[in-house]
């Protein structure tokens, strides 16, 4: 080895200096550099050193990461609905009572609604929280203080005044904010509590007398018993009736609700005497003095079958379909259906009173601790059958990246194979082949798709129809490759090389598979990539029409078809503009992929 | 020229026969009943079975799928393209007015997104990596990767419901002005011009820089002939080819219509009107609009050959 002078490793320790810290290259030297490297290692250097490439290719993690790997932690029921939730704007901070700044101690009442609550303070002051709906949020300057009682609907707030006057806000659709006038004359006695559900209230009065108004005509909610009149104590709104406590502790029920007015026979005929009534959407629970519970109402979601609490009840509560029971040593009881994490009720709370209503809970101890639970709102908010629109488009990209692979595979398949046999074989096959692919393309993609969807997939389930759909578009995509595949072939078969490897002897098959694929594989790989950013298109634009993936199943496609109602598009915009961004930014993370493959595999293409 | 018309003409008629079967048997498995659907609600129950056979003899449903399929391309070669079950009337009519508003829409399409990619094109080529060109670039590939809808959907939000100075959709009623005309067609014609953009700029650009590229250009430049005189004489002319392939397939579209955009914007256009007809079972109406499309794809890749030999004398036909 030659001994290297002073200044020589002084300047390559300079160099390499400068080399390690900017470049990060190793040094090589020149044999090593003009080494002959694997056309695989080419392209993937010149892949990773195009700044555009790696942004696709992060995009494109990011959406895989965002679809697969978020809809494993936020599971989904196709078939779930939630009406009152319905078209909520993107938000948080449902259950932040920290906001208000109102002491444990000082809370008379509060109450929810779909998305807010409101607290009544014992100074007869309000406050709420949550996310604004038909400006529900804003408490009217005539509510400001001196309330006694306030009820709180899907949509709209009521409050009574220390004076005895109802003062209502929020939604007006059935005027169910507004005590008619009509009511009002005819009233007996001066009102004491007040009511509300979805999109009705209801007033009570000293004398024992029930009103209704708003939306109660067709859960026959209008109709109250005269035999029941003068002798309610009590009662609780829910959607389709309403449960009422009487003078003599016994339970009556109006309304449509079903099995809402199937109590057991001892809370009417006087065995048990009850104190408190408590009703969610259809069933409905009572407490009675010695602090047993009782539930009725059917058997859905087992809110019927009341759990074995082994204390005493003290007080009861119900949100839409979850019914809750606080016992004597402060545990918190809840069951019925875990919708919007309902009954991720706190451990270890021991809790002196507990406020429920439809999703959101809430409860203040015997130290006067607060806490709540149940949902916390919508950060892309909800869609127009109360489905939560992260949770959709997560599952729904799942579907969407999944319909593009197998159609842009089944597509590519058969493709490579026409294409191949077309360009080998030559002759009548050859022409027979390109014929047919000539007839796929003559008539227009779009249309034909719809034609076959609509012709084979209208009597399908939504899950066989998905399959359908990838079969369809792989099958009517594969001629633009074939034709491709078909004139490469043709191009590099003419080639010397394969002459040379011909004169060497070896054999028709291995020239075809060692020699040519090589070359024709590359072309096909961008091929592909770019046709899988086409066929998410296609879905896309195939469910926004109605004919591709179904619902309930999600797609990004299919989460738009709403979107061609102008209401829609002028009021909602989170529900069709995040669908369409996010085709967007998958769509163009895999075009960056596929033209930075095709410029890292044909370099002389970046020239262009 | 002509022996070379008549062969390629007579090549097409097999392919288009294929095409015809093909479609036939396609809306023979169509699910549905298209005689139900035209006894009229008003007819009394004892009236129906009567009525049904009226129907079935008046459509042909009654002979066998050969026989109605020769019976049917018999009609078509006649021009009759058949009834539709739909409008109670003949396929003919029925297509005349979606066809007008789908030729009127799509011309003004041609005629932008044909000006707007050639200038586009040639600028980005010739100064390539320029301003220009970036922009181009990236235009394209954003329009390439973004649902048309959406494109359509956007603009409706912007200027038909925010600013409300254009109708988000529908159709001019009949008779009125040029005027009216316009405010309906400015949203969908830009939609659809910006999609046709995405491909055509690309492609105009790539075509100028393979003839901005061949040796020719060298030689005229070195002859010191003005930049213009290079770009536009030599180089554009050269491209002509490619350019005209866009050109013939543009005008494909331009009778197909597009289901997407006419149906964002509620255009009574050919792609609705297939839209609707298969939501209403009319096999014949399906067929008659998919038949036509294959018939108008076929033809204007016809005249793309001697288009070809037109633009370039070397090109002999035969």
Excluded at chain 1, 299 to 322: H, M, R, Y
Excluded at chain 1, 385 to 391: F, I, N, S
Aim: net charge negative; charged share 20%; aromatic share 10%.
């Amino acid at each position: 080895m030659k001994k290297e002078s002073f200044f020589a490793k002084l300047g390559r320790s300079f160099k390499s200096l400068f080399r390690s810290s900017v470049t990060g290259k190793k040094e090589i030297n020149v044999l090593e550099e003009e080494a002959i490297q694997s056309p695989m290692r080419t392209i993937i250097k010149n892949f990773f050193s195009n700044t555009l490439a790696k942004v696709g290719l992060i995009g494109f993690i990011f959406i895989l990461l965002f679809s697969f790997v978020g809809s494993l932690f936020f599971p989904m029921d196709p078939l779930y609905t939630e009406p009152i939730l319905k078209n909520v704007q993107p938000g948080r901070g449902y259950l932040d009572y920290g906001s208000c700044d109102v002491k444990a101690e000082d809370i008379k009442q509060l109450a929810s609604g779909a998305t807010f609550s409101v607290v009544l303070t014992n100074d007869g002051k309000l406050c709420a929280w949550g996310q604004d709906q038909d400006d529900v949020l804003e408490i009217p300057s005539n509510a400001d203080s001196g309330i006694k009682e306030i009820a709180v609907g899907d949509r709209h707030i009521l409050a009574l005044t220390n004076s005895g006057s109802i003062v209502g806000w929020g939604r007006a659709n059935w005027q169910q904010q507004n005590l008619p006038v009509s009511i009002k004359g005819m009233m007996r006695g001066k009102v004491v509590h007040v009511y509300a559900n979805e999109e009705y209230s209801a007033a009570l009065t000293d004398q024992g007398y029930l009103y209704t108004w708003g939306s109660v005509t067709s859960t026959k909610l209008d109709i109250i018993p005269d035999d029941y009149q003068g002798h309610i104590v009590d009662a609780d709104a829910a959607a389709m009736g309403m449960i009422l406590l009487m003078d003599d502790n016994t339970v009556r029920a109006i309304g449509s609700g079903g099995d809402f007015k199937n109590y057991p026979e001892e809370l009417e005929n006087g065995e048990v005497k009850v104190v408190s009534v408590k009703a969610g959407k259809r069933n409905a629970m009572a407490l009675d003095d010695e602090g047993n519970v009782y539930a009725w109402g059917g058997t859905s979601f087992n809110l019927d079958t009341v759990p074995d609490f082994g204390e005493k009840i003290v007080q009861i509560d119900s949100g839409k379909n979850a019914f809750f029971a606080v016992g004597e040593s402060g545990k918190i009881y809840g069951w019925g259906e875990d919708a919007e994490s309902i009954l991720d009720i706190p451990e270890d709370f021991e809790a002196e009173q507990i406020f429920v209503d439809f999703f959101q809970g809430y409860a203040i101890s015997k130290s006067g601790e607060m806490t709540a639970w149940g949902n916390e709102g919508f950060i892309l908010g909800t869609d127009d059958q109360g489905r939560d629109v992260l949770t959709r488009l997560m599952h729904g990209g799942k579907i969407t990246l999944l319909v593009g692979v197998i159609a842009v595979l089944i597509s590519s398949a058969i493709g490579l194979t026409v294409g191949m046999i077309a360009g080998f074989k030559g002759g009548w096959i050859d022409n027979l082949l390109m014929r047919i692919a000539e007839i796929i393309v003559s008539i227009p993609f779009m249309p034909l798709v719809i034609t076959l969807s609509y012709m084979i997939g209208s009597s399908m389930d939504s899950q066989s129809k998905m399959y359908l759909i990838m079969i369809i578009l792989g099958l009517l995509s594969w001629p633009g490759l074939a034709r491709l595949v078909r004139a490469q072939i043709l191009i590099e078969r003419e080639k010397d090389f394969v002459l040379a490897a011909r004169a060497m002897g070896i054999k028709e098959g291995s020239i075809i598979i060692r020699h040519i694929m090589p070359n024709v594989i590359s072309m096909v790989l961008v091929d592909m990539t770019l046709s899988y950013a086409v066929m998410m298109l296609q879905e896309a634009a195939l469910s926004f029409l109605g004919f591709g993936v179904q619902p309930p199943n999600p797609s990004w496609g299919n989460m738009l078809n709403k979107a061609q109602q102008a209401t829609t598009i002028e009021n909602y915009w989170w529900q069709w503009i995040l669908p369409a961004v996010c085709v967007l930014i998958a769509a163009l993370s895999i075009n960056l992929i596929g033209n930075a493959l095709g410029d890292a595999i044909d370099p002389k293409s970046n020239e262009k | 020229m002509i022996k070379y018309s008549i062969k390629r003409i007579l090549s097409l008629i097999p392919v288009i026969f294929a095409i015809s079967i093909v479609l036939f048997s396609l809306t023979k498995i169509m699910p549905g009943d298209p005689v139900s659907m035209m006894i009229p609600t008003s007819a009394k129950p004892e009236q129906i079975p009567q009525l049904r056979e009226e129907i079935t003899k008046q459509l042909g449903l009654d002979k066998s799928l050969p026989e109605q399929y020769v019976a049917w391309i018999g009609n078509v070669a006649q021009g009759e393209l058949g009834f539709s079950s739909w409008k109670n009337d003949d396929v003919k009519n029925v297509i005349a007015n979606p066809l007008k508003n789908t030729v009127i829409l799509n011309f003004f399409v041609l005629i932008f997104s044909l000006t707007i990619s050639i200038t586009a094109g040639i600028r980005s080529a010739v100064k390539k990596n320029s301003f220009v060109d970036q922009f181009w670039q990236v235009f394209s590939l954003i329009c390439m990767s973004v649902p048309t809808f959406f494109i359509g959907l956007c603009l409706v939000f912007v200027f038909a419901l925010r600013l409300g100075w254009l109708p988000s959709n529908g159709m001019p009623v009949d008779g009125s002005g040029l005027g009216e005309w316009v405010r309906f067609l400015v949203l969908p014609v830009i939609t659809l011009t910006i999609t046709s953009l995405a491909s055509t700029v690309r492609y105009v650009r790539n075509a100028m820089l393979d003839a901005l590229s061949q040796d020719y250009i060298r030689t005229a430049r070195s002859k010191g002939l003005s930049e213009k005189v290079v770009v536009y004489s030599h180089a554009f002319r050269n491209a002509l080819i490619p350019i005209v392939t866009v050109v013939i397939a543009q005008i494909g579209t331009l009778f197909g219509g597009s289901m997407i955009t006419e149906s964002v914007f509620v255009w009574d256009g050919m792609g609705s009107t297939l839209l609707t007809a298969l939501n209403r079972r009319d096999f014949y109406l399906v067929i008659a609009m998919n038949m036509f499309y294959a018939v108008v794809y076929l033809i204007s890749n016809f005249i793309a050959d001697l288009t070809y030999a037109l633009v370039d004398p070397r090109i002999k036909l035969d």
